[in-house]
């Protein structure tokens, strides 16, 4: 089993969804989360004093998944999430070693 991390623009979230569901994944874990890579961050104004943003709106999304549909669903992500622009984000893949459905017990691929 693998574990697909990405991190996405927020208004590119409804797109990986219905791209990701496309492919059959079913279940998708959603946090808000903020930083900054290359993107930096930008100076605003506020009441005529300037302040920097640096930490930027982000999605993170994972999802666990069979190691047969992990370039699928890269490719579905990375499709989605794409403007072409700096801070379209990243996608991370590591190895999950067990997987538990708390309700059944059903453990590994059953439990996802």
């Known amino acids: 089993m693998r574990k697909i991390e990405a991190i996405i623009k927020p208004f590119k979230l409804d797109e990986v969804k219905e791209a990701l569901q496309e492919i059959g994944i079913q279940g998708i874990t959603v946090l808000e989360a903020k930083g900054f890579g ?3 961050g930008h100076t605003e104004l506020y009441r005529g004093a300037e302040y920097v943003v640096d930490f930027l709106p982000k999605v993170k999304l994972e999802v666990v998944l069979e190691e047969n549909n992990v370039d699928q669903a890269i490719e579905a992500i990375k499709a989605a999430a794409e403007t072409g622009r700096i801070g379209d984000g990243k996608i991370f893949v590591s ?3 067990e997987a ?3 309700r ?3 453990r590994g691929s059953d439990a996802i």
Do not use: M
């Open 104 to 106: 059944t017990g059903e």
């Open 38 to 40: 290359r993107q930096k």
């Open 100 to 102: 538990i459905r708390i």
């Open 95 to 97: 190895t999950i070693d």
